[in-house]
């Protein structure tokens, strides 16, 4: 097991939680302790405290009975009692997890079961959630009772890295790479974001985007990373409901050279109600996850005159991106061909291999069609006439700037 969760399984007692399962009947014997946390003496009071602690996990059914007694004194003193009960209750319940990965994991752990059907149930698996736990248990077991409070939760957890971030440029030690510093806060985001009960309780757009910056989640998810973290990025990378979000995720999973995501793309792209940035994005992402074979999806959207975005690099003309100009670079570099053979402009970095949209424009019409036009004859003779060899490389069109009136 790593450090961090042999820290998080040793030093959680006393840790603010909420019980994560029905409690089961409690044992009279500790139903009679919990009694006596309102006798009149405070020896005797103090004394029964002890002992429901020593208890641990066994005391957890009798306090939370305890917490509704008509007696103040004993209800208050059982919702003092109960967060360290049941931090014992959960250490134990985590040590065995973690123990003997053969055996059935344990009831009761908060999100357990969603966790090990996303990631598998294996030793890395469940190490991987006994960080997980031990650390920001607060918001998986309150996800459970009342998601729109952890969902409040969340959203403090992204706000505390955006201030962290905003205060890394005033120091002048700017960095995205700090704000994720471990794998146990890279699951937390990825696993909560992925939680339709908690993000539909979002408040607004939240300051989430910040963590998807820097390298911290593409190193953690590449083929030298964590399986199981992989596995939860894959889920959220379906699941995250905010478009621009779930673009970046593309962007990432690309750069990480994440194959597994290519279906997750595949279904995405079946989808048409989609924000034209979104399906930009997916679409270009076919360019590192896809193969030459995925070029008939592609040229489905080669009609769609949606523009996604306007964009002008330094003093030139602006640029018009449409959603079938991206698809045309798309299917350009899945042809093994160069997109500035094309009239796509890469004065800026553009024009090859490039996984941002705003590349894929033109200054006008007359570029645009000669563009598509090209493509068209290119696919007709080498594409849908059968499978050739090698492609002969098309002619090569300048992109025509307007002139400055």
Same mark, same amino acid.
């Given at each position: 097991?790593?450090?961090?969760?042999?820290?998080?399984?040793?030093?959680?007692?006393?840790?603010?939680?909420?019980?994560?399962?029905?409690?089961?009947?409690?044992?009279?014997?500790?139903?009679?302790?919990?009694?006596?946390?309102?006798?009149?003496?405070?020896?005797?009071?103090?004394?029964?405290a002890?002992?429901?602690l020593?208890?641990?996990?066994?005391?957890?059914?009798?306090?939370?009975?305890?917490?509704?007694?008509?007696?103040?004194?004993?209800?208050?003193?059982c919702?003092?009692?109960?967060?360290?009960?049941?931090?014992?209750?959960?250490?134990?319940?985590?040590a065995?997890?973690?123990?003997?990965?053969?055996?059935?994991?344990?009831?009761?752990?908060?999100?357990l079961?969603?966790f090990?059907?996303?990631?598998?149930?294996?030793?890395?698996?469940?190490?991987?959630?006994?960080?997980?736990?031990?650390?920001?248990?607060?918001?998986?077991?309150?996800?459970?009772?009342?998601?729109?409070k952890?969902?409040?939760?969340?959203?403090?957890?992204c706000?505390?890295?955006?201030n962290?971030?905003?205060?890394?440029i005033?120091t002048?030690?700017?960095?995205?790479?700090n704000?994720?510093?471990?794998?146990?806060?890279?699951?937390?985001?990825?696993?909560?974001?992925?939680?339709?009960?908690?993000?539909?309780?979002?408040?607004?757009?939240?300051?989430?985007?910040?963590?998807?910056?820097?390298?911290?989640?593409?190193?953690?998810?590449?083929?030298?990373?964590?399986?199981?973290?992989?596995?939860?990025f894959?889920?959220?990378?379906?699941?995250?409901?905010?478009?621009?979000?779930?673009?970046?995720?593309?962007?990432?999973?690309?750069?990480? /050279?994440? *194959? +597994?995501?290519? #279906? @997750?793309?595949?279904?995405? &792209? !079946?989808? $048409?109600?989609?924000?034209p940035?979104?399906?930009?994005?997916?679409?270009?992402?076919?360019?590192?996850? /896809?193969? *030459? +074979?995925?070029? #008939? @999806?592609?040229?489905?959207? &080669? !009609?769609? $005159?949606?523009?996604?975005?306007?964009?002008?690099?330094?003093?030139?003309?602006?640029?018009?991106?449409?959603?079938r100009?991206?698809?045309?670079?798309?299917?350009?570099?899945?042809?093994?061909? $160069?997109?500035?053979?094309?009239?796509?402009?890469?004065?800026?970095?553009?024009?090859g291999?490039?996984?941002?949209?705003?590349?894929?424009?033109?200054?006008?019409?007359?570029?645009?069609?000669?563009?598509?036009?090209?493509?068209?004859?290119?696919?007709?003779?080498?594409?849908?006439?059968?499978?050739?060899?090698?492609?002969?490389?098309?002619?090569?069109?300048?992109p025509?700037?307007?002139?400055?009136?």
């Open positions: 097991m790593s450090a961090i969760a042999t820290i998080a399984l040793a030093t959680l007692i006393g840790a603010p939680t909420t019980p994560s399962q029905s409690p089961p009947v409690p044992d009279p014997k500790l139903g009679e302790l919990v009694k006596k946390l309102g006798d009149k003496s405070y020896r005797v009071r103090e004394q029964a002890r002992q429901l020593l208890r641990g996990s066994n005391s957890v059914a009798a306090l939370t009975q305890g917490t509704k007694d008509t007696d103040p004194e004993v209800s208050e003193r919702r003092q009692l109960l967060p360290q009960a049941a931090a014992i209750e959960r250490n134990e319940k985590l065995a997890l973690v123990k003997d990965p053969s055996a059935p994991p344990p009831k009761g752990l908060a999100g079961e969603r090990l059907k996303i990631t598998g149930d294996d030793k890395a698996a469940r190490e991987l959630y006994a960080e997980l736990l031990g650390i920001h248990h607060f918001t998986l077991e309150t996800a459970e009772k009342d998601p729109r952890a969902s409040e939760e969340f959203q403090r957890f706000d505390e890295a955006y962290k971030w905003q205060v890394s005033r002048g030690r700017y960095s995205y790479d704000l994720l510093s471990n794998r146990t806060d890279i699951a937390y985001f990825l696993f909560i974001s992925s939680d339709s009960r908690v993000r539909k309780n979002d408040n607004g757009i939240n300051r989430s985007n910040i963590l998807l910056n820097g390298n911290s989640i593409p190193n953690a998810i590449n083929d030298k990373g964590s399986p199981a973290l992989r596995k939860l894959l889920d959220w990378l379906e699941n995250e409901p905010q478009y621009y979000l779930q673009s970046r995720g593309f962007q990432m999973a690309a750069q990480a /050279g994440v *194959k +597994e995501a290519l #279906p @997750v793309a595949l279904r995405l &792209l !079946d989808k $048409k109600s989609r924000e940035y979104s399906h930009a994005q997916v679409l270009l992402s076919l360019v590192k996850l /896809g193969s *030459k +074979e995925h070029i #008939p @999806v592609v040229e489905k959207y &080669l !009609d769609d $005159k949606t523009v996604v975005t306007t964009v002008n690099f330094g003093n030139g003309p602006a640029m018009t991106v449409q959603l100009d991206v698809a045309l670079g798309t299917a350009v570099q899945l042809a093994g061909q $160069k997109t500035t053979d094309y009239g796509f402009d890469n004065r800026f970095g553009g024009g291999n490039q996984l941002y949209y705003y590349y894929y424009g033109f200054a006008d019409d007359k570029n645009r069609d000669e563009a598509h036009a090209k493509w068209k004859k290119w696919a007709a003779e080498n594409l849908h006439s059968g499978p050739v060899e090698k492609a002969p490389a098309p002619r090569s069109v300048e025509k700037i307007p002139e400055k009136k």
